[in-house]
């Protein structure tokens, strides 16, 4: 039997529809925004946001969105309903305006995410759109419908009948069938084919909720499966790479000239230890460097900037080529300016390596220039039209490099990493064929799909799979093994590539950092979260004291969520004990464990609808729901005794930047004691317990709400009997 080839349809509803409807599927409407009114018969239903109503087929209904609503309807195919159940008469009561108040969190949650796979365009989820389907449908049948057990003593020829005529019914959709046509086809009179349709098909009949009222019946209960408990043995312990700290990335050469941020750069390496830094942009004009044939180089601006990271005890990764600048906001660019075309001067460039390696080993001595890295980044004026000129470029500058420093690690690559690996194995192929191969691949990988539009364009979309970056992290590690496992270096990642996101200033960034740096433990070497400071991505557009830039604090100081996120990692034990979609837990030399528990909470689906990025401050709580998360944590083979508890939360009215600037009614321009106001209430809350372990077991109970991230420190105090 064939359905069209759908089970399934989608139509999102902005406009009202007063007229009376009837439909031969049945038809589950989901209110995204707003209010939904919906009207049967004398029945109506007032739907808030993420109200459920479903409306049987064939009856009669109206619907009407109030201003500025929106829903979503899903249309099931009903003679799919019956084929699949050999049960024709089977209704739905689903309703979740009225008594009695079930628990519909499951059937929110799947029909969250259909809407949030429906906007992909790839072949993977369309077939996870087409396995949502399926569990919708048997969600409603073992949950939402009732059975029409009167029926249950019919004999066989009966059930064939009634599937016999649904099936003639749907054959013969696009023309007029009467009860005339069914009588002839089925060989009937059409006065007892009436009463049969009455009878099994339930045209005519009263609806289902005087049914129910009449035989007692309830629906069963549906659970929302928000306790979580794990078991962890915490004798278990192995060593792991902090990938998270092994790579911090700084800025342009010419931004770090500035004293404004060379005082950020100060504050966050004291609270974030940061050794290994990330610079680019060395040679520009704004640097006095230009790549003049003759040319006596100066270097005196490039020496600033790296006497400031050497007295300070910071190790560069220098990038070797010419990235522009560049500052983007909603899918557009603020600021474009293009740098040196070095690689297109292979004489002059090659001379200017030459002279810069050893005017550095000759200022900073062989010692300190050992622990040095350097990035040839892929030129896309090269490498996308031939591919041959970079890589002699690149064999020819990683001689030099290693003549003059050899202990130095040189790689690159600085490839934007999309669904498409095509460029990133067409690059590693050019690389095998050369004799210098290099000590790492890096990496750049950020939450976008690159899909066609309408037009067969190119374009970016923010993607709705949560753990997008996780898998492109493992499809890149997957294509190195066959390369010889290259040492892979994220170098720049984060959860937009917009400036002007107040996302950026949100608890879900910070929550989301700690999520994909946990999942990625083992799949990278580094992993370097984008962005130092607001200050280099202030602009003339950026009046306000905090607007969405990609920094980890503000262009005022004040720490984000990401910030302490990332401080929160900086805390965990040099030893990995386990890990989990919830939590990551680790100990040190003395047995003290330092455990992170997070609920990173994927945004409402409308935002995956519309692909806004440009969110404001005020739009960014609407964008998350308000459920908890509770979680508890087993220790096993742990010390029989008391263990103190020092927990640091960072969430909703705990240390949120966004909910403390709200208070200040979101001031534009900050005054000198509301900046100092904010400093000192957008740190995380500090809270200390003491549990006990009975005989070898230690239960920690967390209660967390959407994108909130708790530390843990358990130092155990001895045993008191």
């Avoid at 949950?143 to 020829?157: H, K, L, S, T």
Wanted: aromatic fraction near 12%; charged fraction near 25%; charge should be negative.
């Amino acid at each position: 039997m064939e359905f069209n080839n759908r089970t399934v349809k989608i139509e999102i509803l902005t406009e009202s529809a007063p007229g009376d409807l009837t439909h031969s599927d049945i038809k589950l409407f989901f209110c995204l925004k707003g209010t939904t009114e919906i009207i049967c018969g004398t029945e109506i239903s007032l739907l808030v946001k993420e109200g459920i109503k479903l409306v049987n087929e064939r009856e009669k209904h109206r619907y009407i969105l109030k201003e500025d609503s929106l829903a979503a309807v899903f249309y099931i195919n009903s003679a799919y309903i019956s084929y699949i159940t050999a049960k024709p008469s089977i209704r739905f009561q689903l309703d979740s305006s009225r008594p009695p108040e079930y628990d519909y969190g499951l059937l929110r949650s799947l029909l969250k995410r259909i809407l949030a796979v429906h906007t992909w365009q790839r072949w993977q989820e369309k077939l996870k759109e087409q396995e949502y389907f399926c569990g919708l449908t048997e969600l409603l049948l073992k949950n939402y419908a009732v059975w029409d057990f009167r029926n249950q003593q019919e004999d066989e020829n009966s059930e064939d009948r009634t599937r016999m005529i649904i099936e003639f019914i749907h054959g013969n959709y696009n023309r007029q069938i009467g009860l005339g046509d069914l009588a002839e086809q089925f060989h009937l009179s059409v006065p007892y084919l009436s009463k049969y349709i009455k009878k099994n098909l339930y045209a005519g009949m009263t609806l289902l909720r005087d049914y129910l009222t009449e035989n007692d019946k309830q629906m069963p209960e549906i659970g929302v499966e928000t306790r979580v408990k794990c078991i962890i043995d915490a004798a278990l312990s192995k060593n792991y790479t902090r990938i998270w700290e092994q790579l911090w990335n700084l800025g342009s050469a010419e931004e770090l000239l500035r004293a404004d941020v060379q005082r950020h750069i100060l504050l966050m390496q004291k609270e974030l230890g940061m050794k290994t830094v990330h610079i680019w942009g060395l040679f520009s004009e704004e640097m006095l460097i230009r790549l003049e044939k003759g040319e006596n180089y100066n270097f005196s601006r490039i020496d600033q900037v790296l006497d400031f990271l050497v007295l300070h005890h910071m190790s560069p990764m220098i990038d070797l080529g010419f990235h522009p600048v560049e500052l983007y906001s909603a899918g557009k660019t603020i600021l474009y300016r293009e740098k040196e075309k070095g690689y297109e001067e292979p004489e002059q460039y090659l001379s200017l390596i030459r002279e810069f390696a050893d005017h550095c080993v000759a200022r900073y001595g062989e010692y300190e220039t050992a622990g040095w890295q350097f990035e040839i980044s892929k030129d896309d004026r090269l490498f996308l039209h031939g591919g041959a000129s970079f890589f002699q470029m690149y064999e020819s500058v990683s001689l030099i490099i290693r003549e003059r420093i050899p202990e130095a690690r040189v790689g690159g690559g600085a490839i934007f990493v999309y669904d498409d690996l095509s460029i990133l194995k067409e690059f590693l192929s050019g690389w095998k064929s050369r004799r210098s191969y290099p000590d790492f691949l890096s990496v750049w990988v950020y939450p976008y799909e690159l899909v066609l539009d309408d037009e067969k364009e190119k374009k970016l979309i923010v993607s709705g799979n949560p753990d997008y970056i996780c898998s492109r992290i493992s499809a890149v590690q997957n294509i190195l093994k066959e390369y010889g496992n290259i040492p892979l270096y994220v170098t720049r990642w984060d959860i937009s590539l917009s400036c002007r996101n107040y996302l950026n200033e949100s608890c879900y960034r910070g929550a989301s950092l700690i999520k994909n740096i946990v999942s990625c433990l083992g799949k990278a070497e580094v992993m370097s979260c984008f962005g130092s400071t607001d200050l280099l991505c202030d602009f003339y557009d950026t009046a306000e004291s905090i607007f969405g830039g990609y920094g980890l604090i503000t262009k005022d100081g004040i720490g984000k969520p990401a910030f302490y996120a990332l401080r929160f990692l900086q805390n965990m034990g040099k030893y990995f004990v386990a890990r989990d979609e919830n939590y990551f837990i680790s100990k040190d030399d003395r047995g003290n464990y330092y455990m992170i528990v997070f609920n990173c909470y994927r945004m409402d689906m409308l935002f995956y609808q519309n692909q806004k990025e440009d969110i404001s401050a005020e739009e960014v709580e609407r964008l998350f729901e308000k459920d908890t998360l509770e979680i508890q944590i087993v220790f096993r083979n742990m010390k029989k005794g008391k263990y103190h508890i020092k927990k640091s939360c960072l969430g909703s009215g705990k240390g949120n930047i966004l909910d403390n600037w709200k208070q200040l009614g979101y001031g534009k321009r900050l005054e000198k004691d509301e900046v100092r106001y904010l400093s000192s209430v957008c740190i995380p809350k500090l809270e200390y317990e003491e549990l006990e372990a009975k005989k070898d077991s230690l239960a920690v109970n967390a209660s967390l709400c959407a994108n909130e991230i708790q530390l843990y420190k358990i130092r155990y105090m001895g045993n008191t009997v």
